[in-house]
Structure formats: structure tokens, C-alpha cells
Nanobody
Framework: QVQLVESGGGSVQAGGSLRLSCVAS????????MGWFRQAPGKEREGVAGIDSDGSTSYADSVKGRFTISKDNAQNTLYLQMNSLKPEDSGMYYC???????????????????WGQGTQVTVSS
């Protein structure tokens, strides 16, 4: 049974930083692709950052240069370092995993096979 458990969310002021973590069990991150999605109230869930099995990364335009996705295969852990946070970054952040090796540039909810429960990020101005 695959489980994804996020942590690291919280409340920060604009310009601050947070680091999200996602521990995977029953799953092998080094062979598959993982990512982070977020959802703000009243909005659709959107892909924020993805990492393929070979370590290739992709980012939404809105977070490029500010967010960094990484994974520790030995620890089965996915990370999202978020710097220079803006109020529009607020929302529920979800760890996501696919049974495939690559996102193929399509970091969208329908390509996700497993979801974490989410962790809240709130950025105040």
C-alpha cells in the first residue's frame, strides 16, 4: 500500500521560506516520478514542480527560480524548497506520485496515481 505523508507547511510572511517534505512508503521513488501540486480555495489543483526518475525537474512558470524540488532516494523522501514566497503561493500543497518513470512534461492531476493528504501553506503580505 502506497502512502505519502507531507510535512513542513505553515504560515510565513511574504519573502520568507518553507521546506516541504514527503515521505513515501510502499513506493520506490528512484524508479518513478514524483511531484508537488497545490490548490487554493476556489481554484483547481495545479502542478507546481515535478521530478522524473532520472532526476530531471520541471516547474510551473509561477515558481521558477524560487522553488526547488529534490528527492533523497535512500530516504524515500521528496522535498520542495520554497523561497521568496508570495501571498499567491498560499494553498494546500500535495505530494504526488506516478507509477511511471516520467511526467513527459505533463504535470497534471490526471497523471497522478497516488496523493498525500496535503499540508497547508499560508503566506501573508
Amino acid at each position: 500500500q502506497v502512502q505519502l505523508v507531507e510535512s513542513g507547511g505553515g504560515s510565513v510572511q511574504a519573502g520568507g521560506s518553507l521546506r516541504l517534505s514527503c515521505v513515501a512508503s510502499g513506493y520506490t521513488p528512484r524508479r518513478t516520478c514524483m511531484g508537488w501540486f497545490r490548490q487554493a480555495p476556489g481554484k483547481e489543483r495545479e502542478g507546481v514542480a515535478g521530478i522524473d526518475s532520472d532526476g530531471s525537474t520541471s516547474y510551473a512558470d509561477s515558481v521558477k527560480g524560487r522553488f526547488t524540488i529534490s528527492k533523497d532516494n535512500a530516504q524515500n523522501t521528496l522535498y520542495l524548497q520554497m523561497n521568496s514566497l508570495k501571498p499567491e503561493d498560499s494553498g494546500m500543497y500535495y505530494c504526488a506520485a506516478s507509477a511511471g518513470a516520467y511526467w513527459w512534461g505533463r504535470l497534471v492531476p490526471r497523471n497522478v496515481d497516488y496523493w498525500g493528504q496535503g499540508t497547508q501553506v499560508t503566506v501573508s503580505s
